[in-house]
């Protein structure tokens, strides 16, 4: 096995169909967005669809950005979508299963989730061999929110008295203004500190997280950089991805995202200063992701010279004084 066969590249493909290519105890964090299985898109709909209206629209979605696709409600409109959420759970174990033996003993695992599915994620990881250490919470700046009034939906039923009862009400849910995140870690011998000093993974770089003086909590406020270019639906902001990697990891060492999608978290390694492993299945997202991380390390490499050149130039001047 070539040792850096898969180290800072992002692969095209099923990710369940390499992953046991990588090197055993070598994947120091695993981070990863991965499909939430709520019928998002195509590529997020992980259970067998009996229902053609699935991924279509309605009037009311027509030109919305956030809901561009008809979903399944929760109730469901036939009786095998009863099974959607114990689906989703078997297909994230076909993977979970893999990445456990990948990962040093203490190693972190940070999983993004759906609100409404992250409890089979939850389970599937448990059921691979991993710990669950916490739920963290990534508030966003905004949240998309459509919910219909009950009123107007009786009003076109000619249910005048109704309208009026229920007037106010509303069908849906609270705006979705975050999203949850599991942290799992893979369990290990003896304590904490002797792992930390065998594995070099287990602890919290404390001092270098903290968020204007104050130390981190488990409910994270990260928002996209200004001139941060959005190419994925489920895209994540680079720094909130930068922020858990210098949590858990040391320069150097590896992450791994199975579901790495546009790259941002590739992109957040190199950033950092981290090696990184990546997959994407969708073609199109590969070919964008290798070339975000380009850009990235041309970005890094840029700014690397320029702190250089003025250490250099600050050694140069104190020899002079």
Same mark, same amino acid.
């Given at each position: 096995m070539n040792k850096d066969k898969f180290i800072d590249k992002i692969l095209q493909g099923d990710c369940r169909k390499q992953l046991s290519q990588i090197e055993k105890n070598s994947i120091h964090l695993l981070l990863s967005d991965i499909p939430y299985g709520i019928s998002l898109d195509e590529w997020d709909v992980l259970h067998n669809n009996t229902n053609s209206a699935l991924l279509g629209k309605s009037p009311a979605q027509e030109g919305k950005s956030g809901f561009k696709?008809?979903? #399944?409600? +929760? $109730?469901g409109w036939s009786s095998s979508d009863k099974n959607i959420g #114990?689906?989703?759970q078997d297909w994230v174990l076909t993977w979970s299963k893999s990445v456990y033996p990948l990962l040093k003993e203490g190693s972190s695992v940070f999983i993004f989730g759906a609100r409404r599915t992250l409890h089979r =994620? +939850? $389970?599937a990881f448990e059921?691979?061999?991993f710990l669950? #250490?916490?739920v963290l919470a990534w508030k966003k700046d905004s949240a998309h929110h459509i919910a219909q009034r009950l009123s107007g939906v009786y009003e076109k039923r000619g249910l005048k008295e109704d309208a009026e009862k229920w007037n106010g009400w509303r069908l849906g849910n609270l705006a979705p203004i975050y999203e949850p995140i599991a942290w799992f870690f893979k369990p290990y011998d003896y304590t904490i500190a002797d792992n930390v000093l065998e594995n070099e993974v287990g602890a919290m770089n404390i001092d $270098?997280? #903290?968020i204007n003086g104050v130390s981190p909590t488990n409910l994270l406020e990260f928002s996209f950089g200004e001139n941060e270019v959005r190419v994925h639906e489920a895209q994540k902001p680079v720094s909130l991805l930068k922020y858990l990697i210098g949590l858990t990891t040391r320069e150097?060492? +590896? =992450?791994?995202?199975?579901f790495i999608g546009?790259?941002?978290?590739? =992109?957040a390694a190199k950033l950092m200063n981290r090696k990184f492993i990546g997959f994407e299945i969708d073609e199109k997202y590969a070919k964008i992701a290798n070339q975000r991380v380009e850009n990235a390390v041309d970005l890094f490499s840029f700014k690397q010279r320029i702190e250089d050149q003025n250490f250099h130039i600050s050694k140069v001047k104190n020899r002079t004084k």
């Open positions: 696709r008809r979903g #399944k409600p +929760i $109730n #114990k689906e989703y =994620v +939850i $389970n059921d691979s061999g669950l #250490k916490d $270098n997280s #903290k150097g060492q +590896i =992450v791994l995202d199975p546009s790259g941002s978290t590739a =992109v």
